[in-house]
């Protein structure tokens, strides 16, 4: 019985996603460094007109960003209750200044009723 345990634990273990870089979760998007290198000059666009910042993302670190706190260029805030959410981009730097940049939905994929509007 021993040996049948230690095998179901490894393959649970084993099947495990990956997480995703960059989610759409309830009332906020997540940006998350699954990388060994710092990020810094974080920027996530939301459906390329409303913008959040951060400084710095470190190795293994997650960027909370609540849906209400993203900004247009005149100070508009965006209202989950009036549009959905299309797309988000992500883009960031390395420490050797390489740019790096993350969507949702990932392309050819679709994206889900309960991502925005209500």
């Given at each position: 019985m021993l040996p049948?345990?230690?095998?179901?634990?490894?393959?649970?273990?084993?099947?495990?996603?990956r997480p995703a870089p960059l989610t759409v979760e309830a009332g906020r998007i997540v940006v998350s460094n699954l990388t060994p290198e710092p990020w810094t000059d974080i920027e996530v666009w939301l459906n390329g007109y409303y913008k959040a910042q951060a400084r710095e993302l470190r190795p293994g670190?997650?960027?909370?960003?609540?849906?209400?706190?993203?900004?247009?260029?005149?100070?508009?805030?965006f209202d989950p209750k009036r549009e959905p959410i299309r797309e988000v981009r992500a883009t960031a730097k390395t420490p050797t200044?390489?740019?790096?940049?993350?969507?949702?939905?990932?392309?050819?994929?679709?994206?889900?009723?309960?991502?925005?509007?209500?």
């Open positions: 049948l345990l230690g095998l179901v634990i490894l393959v649970t273990v084993s099947c495990r996603a670190g997650r960027l909370d960003a609540p849906l209400l706190r993203f900004q247009n260029g005149f100070g508009r805030y200044g390489q740019k790096l940049e993350v969507r949702w939905p990932l392309p050819g994929s679709r994206v889900s009723g309960a991502a925005g509007g209500t």
